[in-house]
């Protein structure tokens, strides 16, 4: 997206996007989102830890280094994330996945930062954790979120939010039938670009400024207005993440 970085953030201000939430990825994705940032200190706001993907033979290494760069600034940084659990594309390294999780919830706990949950095919263990560690004061959202009513229920009784998305306005998703029964004040929306465009822009690159797309969509299926849902939604962004 670097080629057209102009382009987008436009977009972003002329969907009336005013705050975009950048979580981090792997040790190479932290230099470029300083630098975005950086560029554009009143729009971007970082957060720090390693994905499942990226949780690999030397996790402990990788995961030293990232909690040197959270303690050295935590001011920096509006949360931490993404992390999580992936269970889609390789099992090797479950357990290794699972402690990392472990140790980054304990650094949002020790930086008092909400955090962001990767959770792909693998709720039946990422839910049990969230309720074990919001007793310790864990906060966050369960990114992308696209489970049942009953997964629904227990992440909003740990007082997490559910991140809502393109997947929201994909007909045969079934989260429609979930969403709708959930109050706004248990929901933030999200795009998690550059994956998962909601239509009209399904199967394309998906970017920030699509959320308008979603608040439209969560809007007419609740029978509101665009305006209600983009109000409470962006409250809950910035009271759960402390934004300025």
Known sequence: MLEDREEWIQRLDNNQVGKVLLPNIDLESIEPM??????YPNTFYPMMGIHPCDVKENYLGVLEKVYTILK???????????????????????????????????????????VSIHSRKSNQDVIPLITQYAKKGLKGVMHCFSGSMQEAEK???????????????????????VIKNIDLQHIVLETDSPYL??????????????????????????????????EKTTENVIQLYQLK
Not at 34 to 39: G, I, K, M, T
Not at 156 to 177: D, M, N, R
Not at 198 to 215: D, F, L, M, T, W
């Open 34 to 39: 300083h630098a975005l940032c950086e560029a």
């Open 72 to 114: 050295e600034n935590p001011d920096r940084y509006c949360g931490v994330g993404e992390i999580g659990l992936d269970y889609h594309w390789d099992l090797t390294f479950q357990k290794e996945q699972k402690q990392a999780l472990e140790m980054q919830f304990e650094w949002a706990i020790e930086f008092d930062k909400a």
């Open 155 to 177: 992440i909003i009784a740990c007082g997490f939010y559910l991140g809502i998305g393109g997947v929201l306005t994909y007909p045969k998703s079934g989260l429609q039938e």
């Open 197 to 230: 465009a909601p239509v009209p822009y399904r199967g394309k690159r998906n970017e920030s400024a699509y959320v308008k797309e979603i608040a439209l969509y969560l809007a007419d299926l609740k029978g509101i207005t665009m305006e209600e849902v983009a």
